[in-house]
């Protein structure tokens, strides 16, 4: 290759490297926005992708596909209450979830939306101040199981309302607000089947100062119960209020009445400034402890123990031993004789065979030829004629 082809595709590469990290560093910065929320009702926060299309630097494509991430500022996961959901990145993102008494305050939420197709990256922090409910909590509560919906659906405002009217028709009342809405995927339910018309269910829980209806109330009887366990409809008299745009699997439906518990009152925050002619008293320094007795304990008292334990098994295995004095004068004498007497004929015979000139006995020789190695018997007999072949070989 020549040298100004190669210096050419030096820079063409050059070119191509720096117009990709161009574009991977586009971001911009969305102004701050702030959102509140109550204790004890649904907070939602829909991210719509048209606001963020605008915000993508030198974005013309309206229908590019957009996928958010959230999590807390500083931090990699979101608030405990708090869930995101999006489906795919041609549909906008939703925050939702319940807070409770111990998250009240502010939570800072970072939102990062990037586009797929110039890998632009837009973001956003939501400031979330959660207060308390006006009226506290409710004390009834209810909560539905929707067959034919996913979470993402029932998350927008409009089908909310729908859904707190069937609500109401059921009830009976009008105070009814949406406390959570919950993917039944997080209850440990099935992913569905990739078929047209099948959704993953949703649970939506709905709260009121006022009591249960009569219709409820038969839903979760004993007898309703037994019917469910029989694959038998509940009795309930309100099945046509939610149709046709919910499907509620009645038999999975929960009444919960909750009680206000008693909050103790916490401590009480000063201006952190003193009082006129009061004076800053410092706490009195610590007592040194001595710490030589406990260090004395712990280590003598563990070698005491060692060292005892080491006497009593010297003394059983080197004073508590008999002795060959000691067991001959605790045996007989006719015992002694009869044993000494088989260990002399023993050495006696030893003695003769040792100085004894006579060939060794056939049972000591070896079976085989040490020169040829041919195995031979030892004491030959006559030939067995069993053991002849009966072919030549």
Known sequence: MEGPELLRLWVLAALALGGSQATVLDHHVLPDLRLSAETGAI????????LFLEAFPGSEDDDAPVTFRAHLWDHPDLPRWLRFTQRDPGQPGFLYGCPLGPELGTHSIQVLAYNRHTFATVSQRLLISVTPAPGGDAPFQAEFLVGNRNV????????????LQASAGVWERGDLHIINVTSAL????RVPLPIEGRREGVY?????????SPCLASAVSPQSRSRCHRGQRPLASCYDTFAPHFSIRWCNLTLLQVWPSP?????????????????????TEV????????????LLVPLAVAALLCLLLGHLMCCRREGVEKRDLQTSDI???HHSSIHGDTRELRLMAGSRDVPRPLSTLPMFNVRTGQRINPMPGPRDGARVPLLPQ
């Open 152 to 163: 993402e659906e029932l998350l927008p405002e409009a089908a909310r309302e729908m859904f």
């Open 335 to 337: 015992q002694l004789v």
């Open 43 to 50: 907070f939602v926060h829909e991210l719509e992708r048209e």
């Open 263 to 283: 909050t103790t009152p916490g401590p009480l925050w000063g201006s952190g400034e003193l009082e006129d002619g009061g004076g800053f008293e410092p706490p």
């Open 186 to 189: 997080d209850r440990g339910g």
């Open 204 to 212: 939506v829980q709905v709260g009121s100062h006022s009591p249960f």
């Open 287 to 298: 007592v040194p402890r001595e710490l030589l007795p406990g260090f004395l304990v712990t």
